[in-house]
């Protein structure tokens, strides 16, 4: 079993899919807006184009003819993978799935109307007017996102009626591709917000990894660790929305699906069809298989007998602060590995920009997740983006 597979996407979870799929001999193509991505470095083969394009993501597609196609990241012409699969080329996880879960407003639309899925109160705006009516429905506080976008960006919390203008701009900002439309959410209080990475299968049962609980900052992850503690009824509700949101697009793969638990249970937030970022936290041996090499698996139709929870874990993002285009050197790694049972992913990425995420700390054992986060926070701190 040999296929090519063209990986839509190139940053550092694409880079580990990488690795895993060429651990079971396949052949694996690169593919991403600028050179030098951390998924090129590893694959047999690269291209750089625009995915927005979508004559250019058909040139690249006829040029290869993939068996698989693989997206990692959010901004493709994602109708043009209906094509794609009508030509017997596998999208993972499905063409309904890419392009439904690259767009908020499909799958939040799928969730709460098509499926019963509780969620937040929310309304979609293409406009400043229409935001300042849609904060009115869903009231002060409310979150404001761009309905195309990824990590975090454009992502901010309406506090007051002054920062409503605020959150229009930094959305329209922080939106990917041609799409400039908003989700407005209604505040949760919630407890505490979960990521349940969840595995569909060709021939087998859908999986759950033990719950993630993360931190942000931006809308981006800051630390995660795994097992996440949680009440056994609100995991058990999260795993059936889980199952019931993947079972409806359909298709083989992992899923990071979110969710806010409340006293009340638990509230479906967001859903993406490939590795999740919050779940580098399974590279530091927390289970018998990274989600990684479960997406690997999944998508070649290879088998997962169980997933099953080994150890405590923790990770800590390190952060560019300054912009540069040069090659960036890290130090202070000598310092960061010092301590027993830590471990450091640097991405390789040829740029940095303040904020930008450049590499990854990991801390397990039989610590406590507490004691693990603070662990791997301070090896992520010994590590200098230079």
Same mark, same amino acid.
């Given at each position: 079993?040999?296929?090519?597979?063209?990986?839509?996407?190139?940053?550092?979870?694409?880079?580990?899919?990488?690795? &895993?799929?060429?651990?079971?001999?396949? =052949?694996?193509?690169?593919?991403?807006?600028?050179?030098?991505?951390?998924?090129? =470095?590893?694959?047999?083969?690269?291209?750089?184009?625009?995915?927005?394009?979508?004559?250019?993501?058909?040139?690249?597609?006829?040029?290869? %003819?993939?068996?698989?196609?693989?997206?990692?990241?959010? @901004?493709?012409?994602?109708?043009?993978?209906?094509?794609?699969?009508?030509?017997?080329?596998?999208?993972?996880?499905?063409?309904?799935?890419?392009?439904?879960?690259?767009?908020? /407003?499909?799958?939040?639309?799928?969730?709460? /109307?098509?499926?019963?899925?509780?969620?937040?109160?929310?309304?979609?705006?293409? %406009?400043?007017?229409?935001?300042?009516?849609?904060?009115?429905?869903c009231g002060i506080p409310c979150v404001?996102?761009?309905?195309?976008?990824?990590?975090?960006?454009?992502?901010?919390?309406?506090?007051?009626?002054?920062?409503?203008?605020?959150? $229009?701009?930094?959305?329209?900002e922080g939106s990917r591709g041609d799409? *400039?439309?908003?989700?407005?959410?209604?505040?949760?209080? +919630?407890?505490?917000?979960?990521?349940?990475?969840?595995?569909?299968?060709?021939?087998?049962?859908?999986?759950?990894?033990?719950?993630?609980?993360?931190?942000?900052?931006?809308?981006?992850?800051?630390?995660?660790? =795994?097992?996440?503690?949680? =009440?056994?009824?609100?995991? &058990?509700?999260?795993?059936?929305?889980?199952? /019931?949101?993947?079972?409806?697009? #359909? #298709?083989?793969?992992?899923?990071?699906?979110? +969710?806010?638990?409340?006293?009340?249970?638990?509230?479906?937030?967001?859903?993406?069809? !490939?590795?999740?970022?919050?779940?580098?936290?399974?590279?530091?041996?927390?289970?018998?298989?990274?989600?990684?090499?479960?997406?690997?698996?999944?998508?070649?139709?290879?088998?997962?007998?169980?997933?099953? $929870?080994?150890?405590?874990?923790?990770?800590?993002?390190?952060?560019?602060?300054?912009?540069?285009?040069?090659?960036?050197?890290?130090?202070?790694?000598?310092? &960061?590995l010092s301590e027993d049972n830590t471990?450091? !992913?640097?991405?390789? /990425?040829?740029?940095?920009?303040?904020?930008?995420?450049?590499?990854? &700390?990991?801390?397990?054992?039989?610590?406590?997740?507490?004691?693990?986060?603070?662990? @791997?926070?301070?090896?992520?701190? *010994?590590?200098?983006?230079?």
């Amino acid at each position: 079993m040999n296929k090519k597979i063209l990986l839509l996407g190139s940053g550092e979870l694409g880079k580990e899919f990488v690795i &895993a799929c060429q651990r079971y001999g396949q =052949q694996v193509i690169a593919v991403d807006s600028y050179a030098g991505a951390p998924a090129m =470095q590893v694959a047999d083969a690269y291209e750089v184009i625009n995915m927005l394009d979508g004559d250019e993501l058909d040139r690249i597609v006829a040029k290869h %003819s993939p068996d698989l196609i693989v997206p990692e990241i959010e @901004a493709i012409r994602t109708e043009r993978f209906y094509t794609y699969e009508e030509q017997g080329m596998q999208v993972v996880p499905s063409a309904k799935a890419a392009n439904f879960t690259m767009n908020r /407003k499909a799958i939040r639309d799928l969730a709460s /109307k098509d499926l019963a899925v509780r969620t937040a109160t929310y309304r979609y705006a293409t %406009s400043y007017e229409e935001l300042v009516a849609g904060v009115e429905i869903c009231g002060i506080p409310c979150v404001v996102k761009p309905l195309m976008s990824s990590s975090g960006k454009g992502q901010s919390v309406i506090k007051s009626s002054d920062d409503i203008k605020k959150a $229009w701009d930094y959305a329209m900002e922080g939106s990917r591709g041609d799409l *400039k439309e908003v989700i407005v959410e209604g505040f949760i209080d +919630f407890d505490y917000e979960i990521t349940l990475l969840t595995v569909t299968q060709k021939n087998g049962q859908t999986l759950f990894c033990p719950p993630i609980g993360h931190r942000q900052e931006r809308g981006d992850y800051q630390e995660s660790w =795994q097992p996440m503690p949680m =009440q056994a009824e609100h995991l &058990a509700e999260a795993q059936e929305m889980a199952a /019931k949101v993947t079972a409806a697009l #359909g #298709g083989a793969g992992i899923w990071g699906v979110e +969710f806010f638990i409340t006293k009340e249970g638990a509230y479906f937030s967001e859903l993406s069809p !490939r590795p999740h970022d919050t779940g580098m936290v399974t590279l530091a041996g927390t289970q018998n298989l990274s989600e990684f090499e479960l997406h690997a698996r999944a998508v070649l139709g290879l088998p997962i007998p169980k997933i099953e $929870w080994i150890q405590n874990g923790a990770s800590a993002v390190v952060l560019a602060t300054e912009t540069s285009d040069e090659m960036p050197q890290f130090e202070g790694l000598d310092a &960061a590995l010092s301590e027993d049972n830590t471990e450091v !992913r640097i991405f390789g /990425k040829p740029t940095t920009r303040p904020y930008r995420r450049m590499a990854v &700390a990991l801390a397990f054992g039989e610590e406590s997740v507490q004691e693990l986060v603070e662990k @791997a926070k301070s090896t992520a701190a *010994k590590i200098h983006v230079i």
